[in-house]
Nanobody, 118 residues
Framework: QVQLVESGGGLVQAGGSLRLSCAASGSIFSINAMGWYRQAPGKQRELVAA???????NYADSVKGRFTISRDNAKNTVYLQMNSLKPEDTAVYYC????????????WGQGTQVTVSS
């Protein structure tokens, strides 16, 4: 079994910054892609950013130039640096990881709330 533990969410004013962290632990041989998704009230969950084990990244158009995803493979941890936050970034942010053990399984964190006030 694998656990993803997120931290770093909170309340921030528009224009501010937050840094999310997500640490994976448990039965892990390796982790392929890791990513951050978000879900606002009444909306579907959407991809925010993803990063491969080799460091290739992908971003939603709405966050390009403002958010940066990174990872520490030795610590099985992924980060999301969020700058120039906007009220529309308000959502629950979820960490996702494709974990390899006996096969490959997709795991999700419990979510962390990010609220941006105007």
């Amino acid at each position: 079994q694998v656990q993803l533990v997120e931290s770093g969410g909170g309340l921030v004013q528009a224009g501010g910054s937050l840094r999310l962290s997500c640490a994976a632990s448990g039965s892990i041989f390796s982790i392929n892609a890791m990513g951050w998704y978000r879900q606002a009230p009444g909306k579907q969950r959407e991809l925010v950013a993803a990063i491969t084990s080799g460091g290739s990244t992908n971003y939603a158009d709405s966050v390009k130039g403002r958010f940066t995803i990174s990872r520490d493979n030795a610590k099985n941890t992924v980060y999301l640096q969020m700058n120039s936050l906007k009220p529309e970034d308000t959502a629950v942010y979820y960490c996702n990881a494709d974990v390899v053990w006996s096969g490959m399984v997709d795991y999700w964190g419990q979510g962390t709330q990010v609220t941006v006030s105007s």
